[in-house]
């Protein structure tokens, strides 16, 4: 469930898009290997100790206070409060560590986020081992979490974990194109200031869509990376001519970066019958963007976002998978 102006409603994020996905991948043949485990410290190239403690223990703690159901946070450190120290009261740190209402932690969360990132993570080794490409069917989603924030049903940042693991295997620049609809704040914010790792974003226009308060194309990196962050903001009802042609300048900036690996955070939300999101791909676009990704040559590791579509999300990701199978 999430609260979804002030009601709570069914979350769009639900367990049967993994069937629906499956079952397309059934269809076509492939094959789904299972990760293996990975320690915690992992987690830690990305995310801070301290909210990783947090996410861990969070339900266990809600429990000890007697408590049970959504744990939804009411209050948040916004402008002129103080987020210099992490207050003791559990309702106050749930707060602390994330950035909207709609990301409840229910007593599995740990453990699928976890799941989550050991595919991510799994799948960037077998890029690192040498494959061509790799899939990883992450659900809860990452990219909207931060170093040390959640929201927008993503805790762990499964992108950018693998992203991390192969700057981790040696491999000296790893470029980051999120084709999801929403803008992937949590990414951005991760790799903000580093310029080993670039981060491309084409997504809805911030000024009208989730997550409102990033993602405009002014924001490009800071320090060492200034420049290492490239935003592509597209206004609702973006058609596949205007998605290409979005496409096009992020693979010039990728092409100028010449990175190692290439990790897509896929997100097939920018489908136009997609509930809560504004562009209007068809399944056969899905086809032509995976072509795109497949053509510009890199080892490519694909990790899945959004896609609400439920029904046409299966075909939607094996058409962009396709471009690699062949
Ligand atoms: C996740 B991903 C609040 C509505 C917020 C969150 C959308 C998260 C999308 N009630 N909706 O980028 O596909
Ligand atoms: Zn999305």
């Known amino acids: 469930m999430e609260l979804h102006r002030g009601e709570l409603v069914p979350s769009f994020e639900t367990p049967a898009r993994v069937e629906h996905i499956l079952a397309a991948f059934a269809r076509a043949g492939w094959a789904v290997e299972t990760p293996g485990e990975y320690d915690d410290a992992v987690l830690a190239r990305v995310h801070d100790a301290d909210y990783l403690a947090f996410l861990r223990g969070a339900y266990e703690a809600w429990q000890a206070e007697g408590r049970d159901g959504y744990m939804i946070p009411g209050a948040f450190p916004a402008c002129g409060m103080r987020r ?5 009261n559990l309702h106050a740190r749930l707060g602390y560590y994330t950035f909207d209402a709609g990301s409840p932690i229910v007593a599995g969360t740990w ?3 976890r799941a989550a990132a050991h595919c991510a993570l799994g799948a960037a080794d077998v890029v690192a081992a040498g494959a061509r490409s790799a899939y990883a069917l992450c659900r809860p989603p990452g990219h909207h979490a931060g170093r040390a924030v959640f929201g927008g049903y993503c805790f762990l940042n499964n992108a950018a974990l693998a992203a991390q693991r192969l700057r981790d295997a040696g491999l000296a620049r790893v470029a980051v194109l999120d084709v999801d609809y929403h803008h992937g704040n949590g990414t951005q914010d991760i790799f903000w200031e580093r310029d080993d790792v670039l981060v491309v974003s084409l997504h809805g226009d911030p000024n009208t869509e989730y997550p409102f308060y990033l993602g405009y194309a002014d924001e490009r990196g800071a320090g060492a990376g200034t420049g290492f962050n490239l935003n592509l903001p597209l206004p609702r009802g973006t058609d596949w001519a205007g998605y ?3 496409l096009e300048q992020a693979f010039a900036r990728i092409a100028v970066f010449a990175p190692q690996a290439l990790v897509v955070s896929l997100g097939v939300d920018t489908f136009q019958d997609d509930p809560i999101s504004g562009f209007a791909l ?3 676009d899905f086809l032509r963007l995976g072509e795109r990704i497949a053509a510009a ?3 490519t590791l694909l990790v899945q976002e959004g896609g ?4 046409e999300i299966g075909d939607n990701v094996a058409g962009v998978l396709a471009a690699f199978v062949a």
Do not use: F, K, M, Q
Not at 84 to 88: A, M, S
């Open 308 to 311: 609400y579509a439920v029904a």
């Open 84 to 88: 210099d120290r992490v207050p003791d």
């Open 111 to 113: 453990r699928a986020a």
């Open 244 to 246: 290409s042609h979005a």
């Open 282 to 284: 068809s399944t056969s």
């Open 297 to 299: 040559g890199l080892p």
